[in-house]
């Protein structure tokens, strides 16, 4: 029997396909320039998996009744523990207007901007689709996505690329105690609320 569709998952499905097409490909590219052994690693791993969900995404257009709901998604292979705070920063290269090849800053960082942008896109797709299946595509999709994108992060966060800076403990503590309980706050309200009435 043939799937009925709603327009905006149908549109939305191919928009998944057509961004894992330009996706895979520019990890290919990346791969093949990069001279770093991890990075290639990680972006044919990329790779492999982005290219289970294409085939997924077309079985699904092509009414093969994958069962998305069932499908298991990318784990990330990465065993980095993250650096908080400026310990190793790398310095930035300016951008270089007569590249003649990528850097693996530049390679690591669009490929990690285009895997926040696939989670994100990700997530706004699913909330438009109406069949399950079609939903449970792009939200393992979006899934996939942050995966990968704290994966290169990881690689980049490792090599002093990309430094996540640490807040100051005093501050962390002063935010924290702005916000109060729920029940303290529910209670305080309930009886005001209460009194009001009698």
């Known amino acids: 029997m043939q799937r009925s569709w709603a327009a905006h ?3 939305e499905t191919n928009e998944l396909l057509r961004k894992l097409t330009a996706d895979i490909e520019l990890h290919a590219f990346c791969s093949n320039a990069t001279n770093d052994p991890e990075l290639k690693n990680i972006l044919q791993r990329h790779i492999k998996g982005m290219d289970q969900t294409y085939h997924q995404a077309i079985q699904l257009l ?3 009744g994958a069962n998305m709901r069932a499908t298991a998604g990318y784990n990330q292979h990465s065993q980095h523990h993250p650096h908080v705070g400026m310990q190793n920063p790398t310095m930035i290269p ?3 207007t007569q ?3 990528l850097s693996d800053f530049t390679m690591g960082t669009i490929i990690l901007n285009s895997h926040k942008a696939g989670s994100m896109f990700g997530m706004l797709w699913a909330n438009e689709c109406v069949d399950p299946d079609v939903r449970s595509l792009h939200v393992m999709s979006a899934n996939n996505c942050q995966q990968m994108a704290y994966e290169i992060w990881q690689f980049m966060n490792n090599r ?3 430094e996540a800076p640490m807040m100051p403990a005093n501050q962390v503590t002063m ?3 702005t916000y109060q309980p729920l029940a303290a706050t529910y209670t305080a309200n309930n009886a005001m609320h209460t ?3 009698i």
Request: charged share 15%; aromatic share 14%; no cysteine.
């Open 9 to 11: 998952e149908f549109l």
């Open 62 to 64: 092509q009414n093969k």
């Open 94 to 96: 300016a951008p270089n």
């Open 99 to 101: 590249a003649n090849r």
């Open 160 to 162: 002093g690329y990309y």
């Open 175 to 177: 935010m924290n105690q």
């Open 195 to 197: 009194n009001h009435l």
